[in-house]
Nanobody, 123 residues
Framework: QVQLEESGGGLVQPGGSLRLSCAAS????????MGWFRQAPGKEREFAAA????????YYADSVKGRFTISRDNAKNTVYLQMSSLKPEDTAVYYC????????????????WGQGTQVTVAS
């Protein structure tokens, strides 16, 4: 059983940056691909970024490509989402998720989820 805990959310102005962290415990972190998803009010949860269990492969939704960077530190059991050039439409609750082996972009293919962290982009 893997437990995930996100942190780093908050209020930021348009054009600003934030770094989200997701700390994992209870499993072999380096065996899990990790994903970041987000859910805005009244909308479905959507894929943002994913990284392979070794960190050598990443994938981004078109909406965040070039602005967000996913990375991981397997020694620290942590995955990060560096967000820059933030826009009001990036406002959402951000969730990290874990699944064994290969990353996926569908939320229902992830086994473990954190509780989420709120990101609000507003002036």
């Amino acid at each position: 059983q893997v437990q995930l805990e996100e942190s780093g959310g908050g209020l930021v102005q348009p054009g600003g940056s934030l770094r989200l962290s997701c700390a994992a415990s209870g499993g072999t972190f380096s065996s899990y691909a990790m994903g970041w998803f987000r859910q805005a009010p009244g909308k479905e949860r959507e894929f943002a970024a994913a990284i392979s269990y070794g960190g050598g492969s990443t994938y981004y939704a078109d909406s965040v490509k070039g602005r967000f960077t996913i990375s991981r530190d397997n020694a620290k059991n942590t995955v990060y989402l560096q967000m820059s050039s933030l826009k009001p439409e990036d406002t959402a609750v951000y969730y990290c998720a874990a699944r064994r082996l290969a990353w996926k972009i569908r939320a229902d293919e992830y086994e473990y989820w954190g509780q989420g962290t709120q990101v609000t982009v507003a002036s």
